[in-house]
């Protein structure tokens, strides 16, 4: 027998003395309501924790050791040491699984920190799933890590610091946060080093991550963001006498993309918010937002923008247009409402001048005065009118905002946006309404007129009067978008 079997027979009859041996046991623990048998002996060997709590002669306090203040009374004698079998030890400050897995590596060295496969578990709803990083398995190594670090276990926090390690770079974001607050708090250095430059790439700008992490970290995370940005344009820099690295590196970021268009295509959000937070995909400079608007559906649209990574007013290409000048040109109703109810500037101006407002008044003007010619053979008239309705209600909301503004500080504020006069809305929708067969044009003057409601909820009503329109065909769409 070698003596790695020698070690291994007898981390496996330690174990066994665990599981089997309440007959030799001579304390016993209550943790949830369950009883658990060990021995003194071996837990004071491999515990300074264990050790100080059973012979030493100042044992910690009951709040830090986990045992309450009634269990010290009840299974210690006058001379503050444990009495032989008097009293169940109760422990509050850990679970019954982290327990046993304290205890099952103190008697064996060994510990299996990843929860069995396809076994349900709280907070994973997913059924078969493998558990090797959703968040019932990230719970279950947090819970552990604080428990050996607790307990004074210093081999195992390690184990389970290097199984977190793992983890996170497939976890999600918020996992990933979750245990970035851990190793602050338990102050593991290489851990944080991890979770910190994750949470860097995911792109998240600094406004959601105050909600989710103390505001000194959220200074460290811009801080590593800066350092990487300065390294970067280093990085380019050299490059540039080396063309063969900076083709790798070009041809790397287009591989990327190429995933990113096929993840959307296939309504693959999660995988794309794995791209942006492992490799640091930059949403914006690859144009995602974009894309999913011309080629995907609503859902897939309002997934992305939910992820927080994208800019749904970023300007994209030599005539920089937005994404809803995009919709605009697409004539799509459902697109339009999705990205006014995300705060979409219907005012926000390409290269030459352009806002969205302005396709939607030239595509109007064609179609009424040029009739259903090839290029605008994928306008429908309900559409059109429609989406000409969200986008002049959304910029009377915003122009409203800007003169309530300069109003209120005296007529010194300056407006940005060229005011949208009541008269020329209900002259758009006149002609709209007269000729594209709707039968009473006041309707939506009034409604613009009277509306105080913000674009980010008006959409969605304006799509619930009209009813729901049918997805447009990308291949019927023939109007120039070069963005």
Same mark, same amino acid.
């Given at each position: 027998?070698?003596?790695?079997?020698?070690? %291994?027979?007898?981390?496996?009859?330690?174990?066994?003395?665990?599981?089997?041996?309440?007959?030799?046991?001579?304390?016993?623990?209550?943790?949830?309501?369950? /009883?658990?048998?060990?021995?003194?002996?071996? /837990?004071? #060997?491999?515990?300074?924790?264990?050790?100080?709590?059973?012979?030493?002669?100042? #044992?910690?306090?009951?709040?830090?050791?986990?045992?309450?203040?009634?269990?010290?009374?009840?299974?210690?004698? @006058?001379?503050? %040491?444990?009495? *032989?079998?008097?009293?169940?030890?109760?422990?509050?400050?850990?679970?019954?699984?982290?327990?046993?897995?304290?205890?099952?590596?103190?008697?064996?060295?060994?510990?299996?920190?990843?929860?069995?496969?396809? !076994?349900?578990?709280?907070?994973?709803?997913?059924?078969?799933?493998?558990?090797?990083?959703?968040?019932?398995?990230? +719970?279950? #190594?947090?819970?552990?890590?604080?428990?050996?670090?607790?307990?004074?276990?210093?081999?195992?926090?390690?184990?389970?610091?290097?199984? /977190?390690?793992?983890?996170? $770079? &497939?976890?999600?974001?918020?996992?990933?946060m979750k245990v970035l607050v851990a190793s602050r708090k338990q102050e593991l250095p290489q851990?944080?080093?991890?979770?910190?430059?994750?949470? @860097? &790439?995911?792109?998240?700008?600094?406004?959601?991550?105050? &909600?989710?992490? *103390?505001?000194?970290?959220?200074?460290?995370? $811009?801080?590593?963001?800066?350092?990487?940005?300065?390294?970067?344009?280093?990085?380019?820099?050299?490059?540039?006498?080396?063309?063969?690295?900076?083709?790798?590196?070009?041809?790397?970021?287009?591989?990327?993309?190429?995933?990113?268009?096929?993840?959307?295509?296939?309504?693959?959000? $999660?995988?794309?918010?794995?791209?942006?937070?492992?490799?640091?995909l930059n949403l914006d400079e690859a144009l995602a937002l974009h894309y999913a608007v011309e080629?995907?559906?609503? !859902?897939?649209? &309002?997934?992305?923008?939910?992820?927080?990574?994208?800019?749904?007013?970023?300007?994209?290409?030599?005539?920089?247009? =937005?994404?809803?000048?995009?919709?605009?040109?697409?004539?799509?109703?459902?697109?339009?409402?999705?990205?006014?109810?995300?705060?979409? +500037?219907?005012?926000?101006?390409?290269?030459?001048?352009? =806002?969205?407002?302005?396709?939607?008044? =030239?595509?109007?003007?064609?179609?009424?005065?040029?009739?259903?010619?090839?290029?605008?053979?994928?306008?429908?008239?309900?559409?059109?009118? /429609?989406?000409? !309705?969200?986008?002049?209600?959304?910029?009377?909301?915003?122009?409203?905002?800007? $003169?309530?503004?300069?109003?209120?500080?005296?007529?010194?504020?300056?407006?940005?946006?060229?005011?949208?006069?009541?008269?020329?809305?209900?002259?758009?929708?006149?002609?709209?309404?007269?000729?594209?067969? #709707?039968?009473?044009?006041?309707?939506?003057?009034? %409604?613009? !007129?009277?509306?105080?409601?913000?674009?980010?909820?008006?959409?969605?009503?304006?799509?619930? %009067?009209?009813?729901?329109?049918?997805?447009?065909?990308?291949?019927?769409?023939?109007?120039?978008?070069?963005?």
């Open positions: 027998m070698t003596p790695e079997d020698s070690l %291994r027979s007898l981390s496996l009859d330690y174990l066994n003395l665990l599981i089997n041996g309440q007959a030799f046991s001579d304390v016993t623990f209550s943790v949830e309501g369950r /009883l658990v048998h060990a021995h003194r002996c071996i /837990l004071a #060997a491999r515990s300074l924790f264990f050790r100080k709590f059973f012979c030493g002669p100042d #044992a910690p306090e009951p709040s830090s050791a986990g045992p309450s203040s009634s269990s010290s009374r009840t299974a210690f004698g @006058a001379t503050g %040491r444990p009495a *032989p079998g008097v009293g169940v030890i109760p422990v509050n400050s850990v679970g019954y699984e982290v327990f046993l897995l304290v205890l099952q590596f103190l008697y064996s060295g060994h510990a299996s920190i990843v929860p069995q496969k396809h !076994e349900p578990r709280p907070n994973c709803g997913e059924r078969g799933c493998w558990h090797t990083h959703c968040t019932s398995a990230i +719970d279950l #190594a947090l819970d552990t890590l604080a428990a050996s670090c607790s307990f004074g276990v210093e081999q195992l926090a390690l184990l389970t610091q290097k199984q /977190l390690e793992v983890m996170v $770079e &497939k976890a999600s974001i918020e996992d990933v851990l944080w080093n991890t979770c910190s430059h994750l949470v @860097a &790439k995911s792109g998240l700008p600094p406004e959601i991550l105050s &909600k989710h992490l *103390p505001i000194e970290v959220v200074s460290k995370i $811009e801080e590593i963001r800066l350092k990487s940005s300065v390294s970067r344009r280093s990085l380019i820099s050299s490059h540039h006498h080396h063309p063969h690295d900076l083709a790798a590196a070009t041809d790397l970021e287009d591989q990327k993309i190429r995933r990113m268009r096929r993840a959307l295509d296939s309504s693959d959000v $999660e995988l794309v918010k794995l791209m942006v937070m492992g490799e640091g080629n995907c559906s609503r !859902e897939v649209v &309002k997934a992305l923008l939910e992820l927080g990574a994208a800019d749904v007013n970023f300007l994209a290409g030599p005539a920089g247009k =937005t994404p809803l000048h995009v919709a605009a040109e697409m004539v799509s109703p459902d697109m339009v409402s999705v990205l006014l109810d995300h705060h979409a +500037d219907p005012t926000a101006r390409t290269i030459d001048g352009i =806002t969205p407002l302005d396709v939607l008044r =030239t595509l109007t003007t064609d179609f009424l005065f040029k009739g259903a010619i090839p290029g605008l053979a994928h306008v429908e008239p309900n559409k059109l009118r /429609l989406c000409l !309705e969200l986008v002049q209600s959304a910029a009377m909301v915003i122009s409203r905002e800007e $003169e309530n503004a300069s109003s209120s500080s005296g007529g010194a504020a300056a407006i940005n946006y060229p005011t949208m006069s009541s008269g020329n809305i209900q002259i758009d929708t006149r002609m709209v309404y007269l000729n594209l067969g #709707a039968t009473g044009p006041s309707q939506i003057g009034s %409604r613009v !007129e009277n509306d105080n409601t913000s674009p980010c909820t008006q959409g969605e009503a304006i799509l619930n %009067r009209q009813g729901s329109q049918s997805p447009m065909d990308p291949s019927m769409y023939h109007h120039s978008r070069e963005y």
